[in-house]
């Protein structure tokens, strides 16, 4: 029997292109908001935090109905476990980009560089956290169904 390499950052995954995608989506939100609190005159730093937690909800939507749909836990306490381990997957990124953009803030570095570093980290930890944890497959779940409600 041959080994076979987990596929998380597999190009060929579609689960993880459609990640991507999901993630560019909710990027958008994140880094808009960002960029419009930086002109209102926010401090980079709570910009980072509004914009991330802003991007949060957008990914959630969107992922757990295009990428995750498959996994997603229909009702009851299997559903609120799953968002419960979304949010806490997304205050892990939001603790990252918010170290990150303060620690870049810190040292001078410009804020929006801060922030695509803050992009990468987050990508990869989340990804990780939300396909593994999140939303893993179970073979006796009731996640089978692709109705999904918010």
């Known amino acids: 029997m041959r080994y076979r390499r987990p596929s998380i950052f597999k190009i060929t995954d579609i689960r993880f292109v459609r990640y991507l995608a999901v993630s560019v989506g909710a990027l958008a939100v994140d880094f808009g908001s960002f960029l419009a609190l930086l002109a209102l005159g926010v401090l980079a730093t709570p910009a980072a935090a509004v914009g991330y937690s802003l991007g949060i909800l957008a990914h959630w939507f969107m992922s757990s109905r295009a990428v995750f749909q ?18 806490v997957s997304a205050l892990v990124g939001l603790g990252l980009t918010t170290l990150i953009v303060g620690a870049g803030q810190w040292t001078g570095v410009d804020p929006r560089a801060a922030k695509l570093a803050a992009i990468a980290i987050s990508f990869a930890v989340t990804w990780m956290i939300r396909a593994k944890v999140v939303f893993r497959e179970e073979p006796s779940s009731s996640a089978s169904s692709p109705s999904v409600t918010a």
């Open 70 to 87: 498959d996994r997603v836990a229909t009702r009851g306490g299997a559903r609120s476990r799953q968002k419960a381990l979304f949010v």
